[in-house]
């Protein structure tokens, strides 16, 4: 379930640009994917950001909704900002997209979202659209211990690392450009199955937590360096999938 908030004033844009972790300054160009992070660099939520007219639409995860609203407001101070519940709704697809709606700006493969009194999906196995192109989720594979680049946010779209401050902005830099990842979320071909959660070994060693499920193949978040060996997650076995491109 999605809720959308409008998010008005003369300081909108220059606001959020201090706070999330793409460049606001794109928002003419369509629609933004967009964390908030910690200080220290760590995932608090993830949303979409559209532009209409003098409002800025939020549109994020209902779970995170409050406490995503109460950690904008501790950074409102004085700036000419108001955020409030939106009249509006967003429904999803893969089909033909209706006139209106705008595109997912993570991946081709996700459709589109049209904004209006409608709510819902229509019906697209989202599940098995994630696992193939390796998309992560709000509260399953995206959770207060991840790094937005360990997640994929570059590839996704969802992160720039030209447009100056944010919060988090110091830690996600310097991963990006000091250091070289040494987990991250994957792809892996799985023969079985587990619940999401549930630990992943290499060779009596934990080295990773399995999310979701779908076509045969799981997404995880692992040490990279245990790709090239055998894995397990409860009874199920896992092993190396092909690449994933943004194709």
Excluded at 33 to 60: M, S
Excluded at 100 to 120: C, E, I, M, S
Excluded at 181 to 205: H, N, Q, Y
Excluded at 212 to 231: E, F, I, K, S, Y
Aim: proline share 6%; charged share 25%.
């Amino acid at each position: 379930m999605r809720k959308i908030f409008d998010i008005t004033g003369t300081d909108r844009e220059h606001f959020l640009q201090g706070l999330v972790s793409n460049d606001l300054r794109r928002l003419a160009e369509g629609p933004l994917y967009a964390a908030l992070l910690t200080p220290q660099g760590k995932y608090l939520a993830d949303f979409f950001l559209i532009a209409r007219g003098e409002t800025i639409l939020l549109d994020i995860d209902a779970t995170l909704a409050e406490p995503t609203l109460r950690r904008l407001a501790m950074y409102r101070l004085r700036a000419d900002v108001s955020i409030a519940p939106s009249a509006l709704s967003v429904f999803c697809g893969t089909g033909p997209a209706p006139e209106g709606a705008v595109a997912d700006p993570r991946h081709p493969a996700l459709g589109w979202r049209l904004y209006g009194d409608r709510d819902g999906d229509d019906g697209s196995d989202w599940d098995a659209l994630r696992v193939a192109h390796l998309i992560p989720a709000t509260c399953i594979e995206l959770t207060p211990e991840t790094y937005i680049l360990e997640a994929g946010f570059e590839r996704l779209n969802g992160v720039d690392f030209r447009k100056g401050c944010y919060v988090g902005q110091e830690v996600t830099a310097r991963m990006k450009h000091k250091t070289e990842l040494r987990k991250g979320l994957v792809r892996l071909a799985i023969d079985g199955a587990a619940p999401i959660g549930t630990p992943i070994e290499a060779e009596g060693k934990i080295v990773g937590t399995l999310y979701t499920q779908a076509g045969g193949h799981a997404l995880a978040h692992l040490r990279l360096d245990a790709l090239a060996g055998p894995l397990c997650a409860g009874s199920a076995r896992l092993s190396a999938a092909e690449p994933i491109t943004n194709a």
